[in-house]
């Protein structure tokens, strides 16, 4: 993780918020190049997902609505995490997050205290070298008994008391869990007392369904139809974590598609939907390797949730959920049907039946996949030592390369323009020529400074598939050379041939 932070920074792709002020924990700046990726990311599920289907359409909520929407959705007395916070350091911590076990003497039973460790990946081997730590401190001989680890949610007053804060190592540290809402609270008007208060959405979805009749008559929709929206959420996270993966503010895109109250109707339309974004996560450049699917069991759903499967991806920090595939029922619309008191049942001309629509909830997260993408394109190797046509070193043998491999769809900056040398005229014009020609249909990159070799580096951790040299034979013969980032072969090629080459890369025609 600490490469991919560091490159991020290095390359302009995101930058810690307020970073001149040391920093907000939470919050993120995305740079020059990041902003491309988010913004190549949005437009490829929107013309896939909404454009390329004649039963989605668009809808952009506001972030701010009416607090009677969250009270009605069970936001505002459910929407919460059990926390704890550690008397000493005043650090607050997910109590879900946070596990424990007790560490005792296989043998006799002796119990010797217990350690605790922040999940991840690596959780079990890092709780069992405290524990081995914690036998050599007590001088004990013999073999500890297994671990059983568990979250702070299942651990009563006397757990509590041996527990040891994670933040000083402390037993007896550690408050009790309780619930903390995770909405952002503000107020609308001039004055601020309880009377005006309003929530940051902590989700996308609620803006669709309040929408749901608004969107279907107009649209003049039949079920199953879907409504699609990307746009900001907010959630006061106890403990941010992860770089982007969890974050305070973030950008979901989603679909709540509506079906039939059919009790066979969900099934296969939550199958559909799962092997969609399955397949469409592949198709912008997702390692298979890297991913898998978590279904959910009956325990770990939503009240009135029929299904749930996430599809996951492994991070550098273990594998975790990406985007999710939800079989909400009718749950929100009756909701808000009951607290509004407006109908939201859909009337079927087929059937001549009035009912409440069913929901299938596709939702991904624009960040976690954005660092996913980045998760897979990362790849160091060995340069090898190749040259360019006219002779000019591409770059020094055995040096590391790291770059970016990128989707060319998903690239930041499609193809970099290169002139050979800056001091003659005619090559500077010919190069700023293609440049701007380039320019009109792609986000391309102009360097002119150091060698050929290092442009080319730069270009490999921007994550640029292209870089186009033009040489001293471009003037004579009107060719150019066009560089591959992953394997650096290059291929020489007329000038005219560079659009419909680039075309086919990127956009595959």
Request: hydrophobic fraction near 40%; aromatic fraction near 10%; include cysteine.
């Amino acid at each position: 993780m600490e490469e991919l932070v560091a490159l991020c920074k290095r390359r302009g792709f995101v930058f810690q918020s307020s970073e001149i002020y040391n920093g907000f924990a939470g919050f993120f700046d995305y740079g020059p190049l990041g902003v491309e990726i988010k913004k190549n990311i949005k437009d490829l599920w929107w013309r896939d997902v909404v454009r390329r289907r004649d039963d989605i359409v668009g809808l952009d909520s506001s972030i701010i609505g009416s607090p009677k929407i969250w009270e009605a959705s069970g936001h505002v007395a459910g929407f919460s995490d059990p926390m704890v916070d550690c008397r000493e350091s005043k650090l607050r911590y997910r109590a879900d997050q946070v596990f424990w076990a007790r560490v005792a003497l296989a043998e006799t039973g002796e119990v010797l205290g217990a350690v605790s460790v922040m999940e991840s990946g690596t959780m079990e081997a890092e709780a069992q070298a405290a524990a081995d730590k914690m036998k050599r401190k007590a001088a004990k001989q013999g073999a500890l008994a297994p671990l059983d680890l568990k979250d702070l949610t299942q651990a009563t007053a006397e757990d509590l008391s041996i527990i040891p804060s994670p933040a000083t190592g402390n037993p007896g540290t550690l408050t009790a869990p309780r619930d903390f809402n995770l909405m952002f609270q503000t107020a609308v008007g001039a004055t601020v007392d309880g009377s005006n208060a309003a929530y940051l959405r902590p989700e996308t979805a609620q803006g669709i369904f309040t929408n749901f009749k608004n969107v279907q008559q107009t649209a003049r929709a039949k079920i199953p139809f879907g409504i699609a929206q990307i746009g900001k959420a907010f959630r006061n996270e106890i403990t941010p974590r992860n770089f982007i993966f969890r974050s305070r503010e973030f950008e979901q895109m989603e679909v709540e598609y509506f079906i039939s109250d059919d009790d066979d109707a969900w099934r296969g339309e939550h199958q559909a939907w799962l092997d969609f974004s399955w397949q469409w996560l592949l198709s912008i450049g997702l390692r298979e390797e890297l991913m898998g699917r978590d279904v959910h069991e009956a325990h770990k759903l939503a009240h009135y949730a029929r299904a749930c499967t996430d599809i996951t991806f492994r991070f550098p920090f273990g594998q975790s959920e990406l985007q999710g595939v939800a079989a909400r029922g009718a749950y929100d619309l009756t909701q808000h049907q009951e607290a509004s008191g407006k109908g939201m049942e859909y009337f079927d001309e087929a059937t001549k039946r009035k009912y409440v629509p069913h929901v299938i909830e596709p939702s991904l997260g624009v960040d976690r996949l954005f660092l996913a993408l980045l998760t897979s394109a990362y790849h160091e190797d060995e340069a090898s030592s190749a040259r360019h046509l006219n002779g000019a070193c591409l770059h020094v043998g055995g040096e590391k390369r790291t770059l970016l491999r990128f989707h060319p769809a998903i690239a930041p900056i499609k193809v970099a323009v290169f002139p050979l040398v800056k001091n003659k005229p005619e090559l500077m014009a010919k190069a700023e020529g293609l440049y701007k020609q380039l320019s009109m249909r792609y986000n391309c990159f102009w360097d002119v400074a150091g060698a050929i070799g290092r442009r080319y580096r730069r270009m490999d951790e921007a994550g640029t598939p292209f870089c186009i040299t033009v040489d001293f034979d471009t003037l004579e013969d009107d060719t150019v050379t066009v560089r591959d980032r992953d394997s650096t072969e290059q291929v020489r090629m007329p000038m005219a041939d560079v659009i419909p080459y680039l075309d086919k890369a990127v956009h595959g025609y």
